[in-house]
């Protein structure tokens, strides 16, 4: 903590989550910085309210920050961090427009998210939710040979909707599992980062072979709804769908019918429409494994996360340009 003296000749910052204690020590060494100590997620008013005079926010995928609240801090702010790849929580045009710069926190996450991807894919293709709710609630009868059975990975087709840095980790990490990858993507990759994987130029057509299909799509405005009825009546019989992107991307109410039809086979959600408000009706649904928005949730990628907001920072005041800038 810097002594008083200093701390006057400190940038003001305003935090709006908590962040890992390392990365908050390091914060209060580098800023005259205040916290939202209560860890509540701010509305975008009370967050221009609080951080007033702040030259740098650092946020998290929580928070909104609008065009609103960037034009009430305008006097003073010049940078937006964000604790998270996505940016779809900041209103990119306003900050362009306005010279505020934004950095986020991109490739550090990405084996961390993999690692969630392949928990679902895994929990909803061999029922993880029914099989740990049958030890828990103690209603296991014991071994039996048709108990729980579910869906083998080996030799199905796994098709990634998003083949940017999470969704290759993602690949490397399915192939240990003997599935065939698939991806669709605005653009097809090179062949050292495709790997053999089959490219469909088209959602539509990527949809028809996945077997197993994860969205890790960036979240934006444009792909909202994008996994509609009429999507999802492409998919293959029994398809599973995973989600670790954002949670607008999904049709609830389509996705939600098909579950409870049968037209999908299970699905496994990292991420909703209006967190932390999930649609009540997935929590009825034993073909859902549901687990909350953890995809970048591991001490060394938060840490790591926070590390690459303060060194782009520093980067930035140097007069560089750090790789993690947006705008
Ligand atoms: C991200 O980094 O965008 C994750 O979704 C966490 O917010």
């Known amino acids: 903590m810097p002594n008083d003296a200093n701390a006057r000749d400190l940038p003001r910052a305003y935090l709006c989550r908590r962040y890992p204690s390392t990365i908050e020590a390091a914060l209060h060494e580098r800023y005259r910085l205040a916290v939202n100590d209560d860890d509540t997620i701010l509305p975008s008013d009370e967050i221009a309210r609080r ?96 108990q729980l059975l579910g869906l083998g990975l080996e030799g199905r087709r796994l098709c990634i909707f998003g083949m940017g840095r999470i969704g290759r980790a993602i690949a490397a990490r399915a192939r240990g599992f003997g599935v065939e990858v698939h991806y669709h993507n605005r653009s097809r990759l090179p062949a050292d980062q495709e790997l053999g994987a089959r490219y469909h130029a088209t959602l539509e057509d990527a949809l028809r072979h996945a077997d197993i299909l994860v969205i890790a799509a960036p979240g934006s405005p444009s792909l909202k709804g994008v996994l509609d009825a009429d ?91 750090p790789a993690n800038l947006l705008c």
């Open 51 to 146: 951080a007033a005079g702040a030259q740098t926010l650092f946020v998290s995928a929580t928070e909104r920050i609008s065009g609103d609240v960037m034009r009430a801090l305008a006097p003073t702010l010049r940078h937006i961090a964000t604790l998270s790849v996505g940016y779809d929580h900041i209103d990119m045009d306003t900050a362009r427009a306005s010279g505020i710069r934004v950095l986020n926190t991109p490739d550090v996450l990405s084996g961390a998210c993999a690692e969630v991807a392949m928990m679902l894919v895994l929990n909803a293709c061999r029922r993880g939710y029914e099989a740990d709710r049958m030890v828990r609630s103690g209603a296991w009868p014991g071994w039996a040979p048709t």
């Open 231 to 321: 999507r999802i009546a492409l998919l293959p019989p029994q398809a599973v769908v995973v989600n670790i992107s954002r949670g607008d991307l999904v049709d609830d109410d389509a996705l939600i019918a098909a579950l409870q039809g049968g037209r999908v086979h299970a699905a496994g959600l990292d991420v909703f429409a209006n967190e932390p408000r999930v649609d009540p009706r997935y929590r009825h649904l034993d073909n859902v494994f549901l687990s909350p928005h953890i995809g970048s949730a591991t001490t060394q990628t938060r840490e790591a996360m926070g590390w690459l907001l303060i060194r782009g920072l520093e980067t930035l005041r140097a007069g560089g340009q």
